[in-house]
């Protein structure tokens, strides 16, 4: 019979062992993928500054300090020229998210904060805006510029009314300061579309003209890829379907290819299924043409490279790599914390290289190279070695949820300073302890019901 004596040096040398475990562990960390900016494997030149952007973190309404939002500017030898936080390092709280390219090399910035979003023109060079607009819109992750100087917008978490979402994408005059063109998601999905109207529905994440009068759109929670006409209105292409999770899942920032003889092509960053996949349109159904996955948590972004190289921001990796058409990393930055946008200047914004197809590369690739220290590299963290131990077991599927699930959250609690088996001893060690303070919860109990039982019997 297990005493209570017993059992408490149980708990206690259990606790003690893991928290000498997380201690150790996280006294011999070197925190690439949380303090550091710089670059990991550079077999090459990438050709051009690379600029990126990272979300940053922040709880209950005040900034991680060791996570900023802050946009970066990389050399092509992979060295860092600037870091520019804006008035995040003043205390603005907010993001970055979308951040584009230029036709005069300034940049186009996104970053949302409280009720509004603030859109402005970065001079590269000096690091201050050229022009700020704020627009009445909450959290929203990408605005395109228009030709003419209107500005497109994913307009998400917009207010419900009578139980009907005004998520919708809107084209933004701003020399009037008004909405000129709106699309609204209500207007072609029924109401119990991804589980019903809710404050974000659509999670409206990404928007881009293609040519004169179609706009691609991202609608994330919605697991789906749309290109609307903007003359009529209709929806002219779609790839996935609400719930289809082996097409798309939570995707973020599609682009659209001419593949041959003008098919069109969707390169994707599937982020919910840690991959990035290009689909070819031929006779009417999609074909997956590309599928780019391994050590990727979470990417965000992927762009095709004229030289047929493939740009991704890998978020939960904290890093930006350049990957052959077969997948070997041959330019890595780690950007802390959450990359969420990459552009490669020089090259237009988005994707403007070849397709698979083109390429003679189709088919399943995983990343290989990299220098080594985020997620998903060998047995380096929790989840990587999960998913490697149940690989071919009868619990893979059960390792390969709980990998993906661990992967998808830890980083947005763990601090900084902790390795990820350090916090993954720091969990566990509060486990125990709640399980210990349970058991003597449950002790105590006991031994009044018998004081009671005791003092009514005398």
Do not use: C, K
Request: aromatic share 10%; no cysteine.
């Amino acid at each position: 019979m297990v005493t209570r004596s017993s059992a408490r040096r149980v708990f206690g040398l259990a606790l003690v062992a893991l928290l000498l475990a997380a201690a150790g562990s996280s006294l011999a960390y070197d925190p690439v993928d949380d303090g550091a900016l710089g670059p990991g494997t550079v077999e090459r030149d990438s050709g051009n500054v690379t600029v990126v952007s990272t979300q940053g973190v922040h709880f209950a309404g005040q900034f991680d300090r060791s996570r900023p939002p802050r946009l970066l500017s990389i050399d092509p030898d992979g060295s860092l020229r600037w870091q520019y936080e804006g008035d995040h390092d003043e205390g603005a709280r907010g993001w970055f998210y979308d951040i584009d390219p230029l036709p005069n090399g300034n940049l186009l910035v996104v970053s949302p904060r409280g009720g509004e979003t603030l859109v402005y023109e970065l001079d590269r060079e000096t690091r201050e805006r050229v022009w700020t607009e704020r627009l009445p819109f909450t959290d929203t992750h990408d605005v395109d510029r228009l030709d003419d100087g209107r500005l497109v917008v994913a307009h998400m978490r917009a207010d419900v009314e009578n139980g009907t979402s005004g998520d919708r994408v809107v084209v933004w005059n701003r020399s009037r300061s008004e909405v000129t063109w709106e699309w609204r998601f209500a207007d072609h999905f029924p109401a119990d579309t991804d589980g019903g109207v809710d404050d974000d529905w659509t999670h409206v994440n990404d928007v881009d003209p293609v040519g004169e009068d179609r706009l691609l759109v991202s609608p994330r929670n919605f697991d789906q890829v749309l290109l609307i006409n903007r003359t009529t209105g209709e929806i002219e292409i779609r790839l996935g379907s609400d719930g289809d999770l082996d097409t798309l899942d939570a995707q973020h920032n599609p682009d659209y290819l001419r593949g041959p003889d003008g098919r069109p092509t969707l390169l994707v960053a599937d982020s919910g299924n840690d991959r990035v996949v290009e689909y070819a349109r031929e006779g009417g159904d999609w074909n997956r043409t590309w599928t780019l996955t391994g050590n990727l948590t979470w990417p965000r972004d992927a762009d095709r490279l004229p030289n047929g190289n493939t740009l991704v921001v890998d978020s939960l990796g904290h890093r930006v790599i350049e990957v052959t058409p077969r997948g070997r990393v041959v330019w890595e930055f780690y950007a802390t914390w959450a990359p969420y946008d990459a552009e490669r200047l020089g090259t237009g914004d988005g994707s403007n290289g070849p397709t698979v197809q083109e390429l003679n590369a189709t088919g399943r690739y995983t990343v290989r190279g990299g220098a080594g220290e985020s997620p998903g590299v060998d047995r380096a963290t929790p989840q990587a070695w999960l998913d490697r131990a149940t690989d071919g077991t009868p619990a893979e599927r059960l390792g390969s949820g709980l990998a993906t699930w661990w992967a998808h959250r830890a980083p947005w609690f763990r601090p900084a300073w902790l390795s990820p088996w350090g916090f993954l001893a720091a969990v566990l060690a509060f486990g125990v302890a709640a399980a210990w303070l349970a058991t003597e919860a449950y002790w105590w109990r006991g031994d009044a019901a018998v004081v009671r039982l005791l003092d009514d019997a005398g």
